[in-house]
């Protein structure tokens, strides 16, 4: 399956059924009158997250989604049908932008979240809605309201905790299929990765995803290679492992222009946690890369960490070290959120209550 993480498309709302002008005549029946009914309301477009879609490669086929307009009012004082409703399943990290890509509408971020993202057009009346005592015989309807349509971008930012970042032939992808059952295409030249790859590794009985992305060059902020493009699918992730070749003939350049880049992109990038690992290990041998590790540490104020994700030389060591940041990150987002609940049903209580400062204040004086 292709990997798709833009689309634009096209949505509209169904229309409103018109109401209709009917009356009621039957032999023998004295007290006719009105009885139409009134139009059916149009389909909605709605969004639904869902964690088994990773791309958007089905927008690239269909980008046009129309709902059905509700159906006309009839005699009998009989209401048409609704429309039926547009269900668009888009991934899980999926953001709905507006036309101009900037502006963020909804960001799906949880399996079976769902949007209305637009309502049908109400049916309108029909004559039978309009009688009373003065006015007994109506010969007034009304036409169904239109539905909505706007064009809008999906962008697709992968949900995972760790991002993989290092420049072209880091030995990124083969880390994550050292690590994960994810089959990444792995050679010896330049940005064999082209599109993000998501893998599963397990630290102990902690599990955790990974996403791999393009590596990144001098001037990806300004479109030099792949770009910083593929950058938003790691700004979900509560840790980067930033990978360095060990083998070239200047790691701390490398982690420079990389560092750099994220600087440049802008976010929240720049000041995520970062672990930085020197690759290809085996390729220096143990001593020798410990040597460079030590002159990048001297160097950066950095201590890296070292590993062979072909010889699983210190791989372990690695996730469990992702393992225990992952862990601290959502305990700390656990206590927040508890924090933030606390707070807000303080402030709810007392504002039922009729309780302020003054009113504590009081309190304190009459006791």
Known sequence: MKFLDEAKIYVKSGDGGPGCISFRREKFEEMGGPNGGNGGRGGDIIFVAQNDLNTLIDFRYTQHFRAPNGEHGKGKDRSGA??????????????????????????????GQSITFLKGGDGGFGNAHYKSATNQAPRKKTPGWPGEERAIWLRLKLIADVGLLGMPNAGKSTFLAAVSKAKPKIADYPFTTLHPNLGVVKAGDFDFVIADIPGLIEGAHEGTGLGTRFLGHVERTAVLLHLIDCTQDDPVKAYNIIRNELKMYGGELFERKEVVCLTKMDALGEELTQSVANDFEATTGIKPMIMSAVASQNTDKVLYKLAEIIKASRNVKDEDDSEAFDKAYDERFDKAMGINEESYDALRNDE
Request: glycine letters at 6%; hydrophobic letters at 35%; a negative charge.
């Open 82 to 111: 609704k429309g039926e409703s547009i269900v668009i399943k888009v991934p899980v990290g999926t953001q709905i932008m507006d036309d101009d890509k900037q502006t963020i509408l909804f960001d799906m971020t949880e399996e």
